[in-house]
């Protein structure tokens, strides 16, 4: 019988983890879109594009944006408390 | 409903960490990486294909998926770590090896075969039960057991004694105010670097003295590095992938040391921090690197000038953001400023002082940032205002360590992270 040797694996331990499902929407028409600006350079820009564009091009009724301080922070919970309670989707920018 | 939108460049560390949350249906708009350096003109036409992933992502869900983005409720429980049979093989420590490079569990070193019987010693060296979760690591939020501590303390070759250190140097490293998503994830050199304080480093046998920020003690060797294998192995950050860094630094094989208390004139920095000298304690800081200050002067004042000097540039992520500069004074400059009778206090505010910048010599985009990070703290920001390192003088951190000479280092911190000391509970 061939011998082995055990080791234990250095990765996490597996852990049951709550599994988050997608929303969908049939429509951008006459819904509320937030944005939370992540604070990288250009995506101020990217997002004020993004938000007329939404209005002009799917018929988006109002856009709500707002901005970290750092990039390197969470958003403040006010701006997600804010933003979930108002808005059909919201929009985050992530790393650069 | 939400949609992310990255670069290209980031597209593995959102889905990474979405899925490590738990939202592997995280929808994500996609620019061209680069994006923050490109024309005003280029984000416009960039808009234009990205407003259609946007909407084509909010009304088009993938077959199967329900309409409810709420998380299922789920108690999350950590189980024991993972036994895995290396087959018989002429030399299992070259077997091992080569299945730790395969699965990415190592730094580039070689490293130890966590057995059973080398956890169990491990082990012993806590009081906490074996999988009890210590603590949750960023970002990709693995589960810190006990157990997958002493595991990955074998892993980095660490005589059992210094386990406890470990264990409260995860529990610091979780700490609200370290901001570890960010130190992981970020382009950012940022390292982690330990510092021990009270009896258990002499104990230990922890370098405060010559090199202490050098090689050659088992103890900083082996803490540091088992720590950076905890952030890889349980944290998730591994390079390239959940790790951003555009350089890295060689402090992300290991940076830990202890302070040189005997030499140290002022208090000690737990005692700062509120623990009796009795205590042990540790204290985990993003470091982006070190930077020698050699001189030769014997005038405190002039010490306390050209420190300030060394801690003014403009591509500095501390003045962006108001944050923590590190100082590692050896015994010699800080006798020379306690002899002129300054606290460490007083030292502190007269390097807040005195190394007050001009905002307008950093580059646009930085000057924005500071704009951004700091108005609600200083007002208005025009090129003329003087900018702080730290908001406060007490923000500026200070322990004495290493050997004879006159060498002192300053240790920029990340920026929007804070120190955390926490006490060593030994067994």
């Known amino acids: 019988m061939a011998s082995h040797t055990t080791v234990l694996s250095p990765e996490a331990p597996a852990m049951q983890r709550g599994q988050q499902q ?17 604070a990288k350079p ?24 707002r901005r970290k301080r750092a990039a390197s922070v969470p958003a403040p919970v006010s701006y997600i408390d804010e933003l979930a309670g108002c808005c059909d989707v919201v929009i985050t920018g992530s790393g650069d | 409903m939400a949609v992310e939108v990255c670069s290209s460049a980031f597209v593995q560390l959102a889905r990474a960490q979405a899925s490590a949350l738990g939202y592997t249906a995280l929808p994500i708009a996609v620019v061209p990486h680069p994006f923050g350096t490109v024309s005003r003109e280029a984000v416009r036409l960039m808009a234009q294909d990205c ?11 993938p077959a199967g998926v329900q309409a409810d983005e709420r998380a299922c409720e789920a108690e999350e429980t950590a189980a024991p770590c993972a036994q895995i049979e290396i087959p018989e093989a002429p030399d299992v420590y070259t077997a091992f090896n080569k299945l730790a490079r395969a699965k990415r569990w190592s730094d580039g070193l070689p490293a130890v075969p966590p057995t059973p019987d080398r956890v169990e010693a491990m082990l012993a060296y806590t009081k906490r039960s074996r999988n009890e979760v210590v603590a949750k690591l960023a970002p990709a939020f693995g589960a810190a057991t006990v157990e997958s501590i002493a595991v990955n303390a074998v892993l980095a070759g660490c005589d059992p004694e210094l386990m406890s250190v470990l264990v409260a140097s995860v529990e610091a490293v979780a700490g609200t105010d370290f901001n570890l998503q960010s130190i992981q994830s970020t382009t950012n050199p940022a390292a982690v670097w330990v510092i021990v304080n009270g009896p258990i480093a002499e104990r230990l046998g922890i370098n405060a003295a010559g090199n202490c920020l050098g090689e050659g003690v088992h103890a900083n060797a082996a803490i540091g590095r088992a720590l950076r294998l905890l ?3 349980v944290g998730g950050a591994l390079p390239g992938d959940m790790d951003r860094a555009t350089h890295g630094q060689p402090g992300k094989y290991t940076f830990c040391c202890a302070e040189n208390e005997a030499e140290n004139p002022w208090e000690p920095l737990h005692v700062e921090r509120g623990f009796a000298a009795s205590d042990s304690a540790v204290t985990v800081v993003g470091a982006e690197g070190t930077m020698n200050m050699c001189t030769l002067g014997k005038n405190a004042n002039d010490l306390i000038r050209v420190i300030a000097d060394t801690m003014r540039h403009a591509p ?12 590692v004074l050896c015994p010699e400059h800080a006798e020379i400023i306690h002899e002129a009778g300054i606290s460490k206090a007083e030292l502190k505010h007269r390097l807040w002082e005195e190394s007050k910048m001009r905002a307008g010599v950093m580059a646009q985009e930085d000057f924005e940032r500071l704009q ?10 025009g090129p003329d205002t003087l900018i702080t390192i730290s908001k406060k003088p007490e923000d500026i951190a200070i322990i004495v360590a290493g050997g004879k000479g006159g060498h002192s280092v300053y240790i920029p911190c990340f920026g929007n992270t804070r120190s955390v000391t926490r006490r060593i509970a030994e067994a």
């Open chain 2, 231 to 233: 952030l890889r192995n």
């Open chain 1, 42 to 65: 250009n995506f101020n820009y990217l997002v004020e594009d993004l938000a007329e564009l939404l209005k002009s091009q799917h018929g988006v009724k109002d856009v709500i944006i």
């Open chain 2, 316 to 327: 500095s992520n501390e003045y962006v953001h108001g944050s923590e500069p590190w100082f």
């Open chain 2, 372 to 381: 951004a990070s700091r108005t609600a703290e200083l007002g208005l920001i």
């Open chain 2, 51 to 61: 407003v259609a992933q946007i909407a084509g992502h909010a009304c088009a869900a």
């Open chain 1, 22 to 38: 997608r929303l969908q929407l049939d429509t951008l028409e006459g819904k509320v879109v937030g944005f939370i600006d992540n």
